[in-house]
């Protein structure tokens, strides 16, 4: 169906589909895309999304739960309806604009450094284990 969609927009050129690839291949690839597409029906915290966010990729994703807190329209990424009947705008704005991804580059890399690096995680976690503690002493 996106395919579909993509050459009814004539974006054949533009947008490539690629498969499953390695995760190598995937951060080489994303460090050339202009955005990332997360059409999810359900989705938790997506690792393509942390992974296009650290890269600087925005993410053009549905508005469904999970995506709804992660993607911050117009400073990450942008939201569609999930029945996707604005998507196909979307994604031809974005990709015929790359100064688009450009601007948003530096919000998406800043969300990971603030919310999702590593040592932010290991921080809650640790949070979270002393309060556990603390409740059974």
């Known amino acids: 169906r996106l395919r579909e969609q993509?050459?009814?927009?004539?974006?054949d050129e533009e947008v490539i589909f690629h498969g499953w690839v390695d995760?190598?291949?995937?951060?080489?690839?994303m460090r050339h895309a202009h955005f990332l597409l997360l059409t999810s029906e359900i989705e938790g915290m997506s690792n393509a999304?942390?992974?296009?966010?650290?890269?600087?990729?925005?993410?053009?994703?549905?508005?469904?739960?999970?995506?709804?807190?992660?993607?911050?329209?117009?400073e990450t990424g942008?939201?569609?309806n999930?029945?996707?009947?604005?998507l196909p705008e979307i994604i031809r704005r974005t990709a015929l604009?790359?100064?688009?991804?450009?601007?948003?580059?530096?919000?998406?890399?800043q969300m990971i450094r603030e919310k999702y690096s590593i040592k932010v995680s290991a921080d809650m976690y640790l949070s979270a284990l002393s309060t556990i503690r603390s409740r059974h002493e």
């Open 23 to 29: 995760t190598a291949e995937v951060q080489s690839q």
């Open 78 to 80: 942008y939201l569609v």
């Open 6 to 11: 993509a050459t009814s927009l004539g974006l």
């Open 82 to 86: 999930p029945q996707l009947d604005d």
């Open 97 to 109: 604009n790359p100064e688009i991804s450009l601007k948003m580059a530096p919000a998406c890399q």
């Open 49 to 74: 999304g942390l992974q296009a966010y650290r890269c600087g990729l925005p993410i053009i994703a549905t508005r469904v739960p999970g995506l709804e807190s992660f993607v911050k329209p117009g």
